[in-house]
């Protein structure tokens, strides 16, 4: 009922419709449209109302058309089911705790996350409307330490479709995306499995999308920023899913086909924050001067020493 008289509202933006047309169109008392009026403006919408005249919508919060997006998007398997939520506790839980039962390519999407993840059990700010919190299933047939290489598709994913939404970015192996040496994206992937057989893996991307300096908690305001507060506009949140599910099937299909990386790591390379560079590895308490100087077949860093030993990366804290 909310998104109908929603969709009624918007169909007279900036103009007066009286609550008694809305009850009769909807079949509904006009208490109850009363109610529901004072829910939308408890949720962002700005809605004036006058005797006589009814209510006129003013402005209202970004939330995800995802008719729209299911319309638009243009792949095989990746979003055919989409499970879109106003709250979630954490689209990572919802996707692992359906995920035995769902079919490949299964995507959750939350306007809300109240426990977002990040990895070793971190936080994830997730506030409403405002960024892409998402996570996909996925159940291919690989064995499981192969789960690491499709973080470093969605990375070269996600980073490919900030170029095309105009956005400059680097890669920040193995999990970010960041603007200007700031996060704006991370990527946390999850798996079920045995030795040797994988059940599935859940990869959650949260994108730092329209978040404001105020969304952002001061303990990682130095090391997160977002989209808009780095452009300065605001990002079409769709666009950028769909841009984001389309050439992430087009890599992990790649990947499948070929049993080969190439094009990821093309990417990945071509977009690092860190090669070339003297960075810090970080091991628990210590943290080591290193130069990053390749990725490998599968996907992992390699870094060198000031003496020029070598070592190999698979997961881990790298700081710039
Ligand atoms: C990550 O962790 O980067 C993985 C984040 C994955 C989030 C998605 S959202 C959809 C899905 N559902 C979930 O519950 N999770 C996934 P990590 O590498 O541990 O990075 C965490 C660090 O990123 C923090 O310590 C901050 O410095 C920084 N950061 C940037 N933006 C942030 C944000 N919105 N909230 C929290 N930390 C943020």
Known sequence: MKEKIVKILKQNKNKYISGEIISDELNVTRTSIWKYISVLRK????????????????????????????????T???GKTIYYYDTVDSTN?????????????????????????GRLGRDWISPKYKGVWMSIILKPNIPPEDAPKITQIAAAAVSKSFDDLGIKNKIKWPNDIVINKK???????????????????????????????????????EMATSIKIENG???????????????FEYLYEDFLKTKSLNKTLDICSEKSALLGKMVYLVKGEERFKVRAIDLDSEGRLIVEDKLGNKETIISGEISI
């Open 43 to 74: 949720e962002g919408y700005v809605i004036d109302s006058a005797s006589r005249k009814g209510y006129k919508l003013i402005s209202y919060p970004d939330v995800l058309d995802i008719e729209v997006l299911e319309r638009k998007l243009s």
């Open 76 to 78: 095989n398997h990746i």
């Open 93 to 117: 839980i919802k996707a692992k705790n359906i995920a035995l039962d769902e079919n490949n390519g299964a995507v959750i999407i939350s306007e809300e996350q109240t426990k977002g993840r």
């Open 183 to 221: 996060k704006v994206c991370g990527i946390l992937t999850e798996m079920s499995g045995e030795i040797g057989r994988l059940k599935y893996i859940v990869i959650g991307i949260g994108i730092n999308a329209n978040l404001d300096e105020k969304d952002l908690t001061d303990d990682i305001k």
């Open 233 to 247: 506009s605001i990002v079409n949140r769709e666009n950028l899913i769909i841009d984001i599910l389309e050439k």
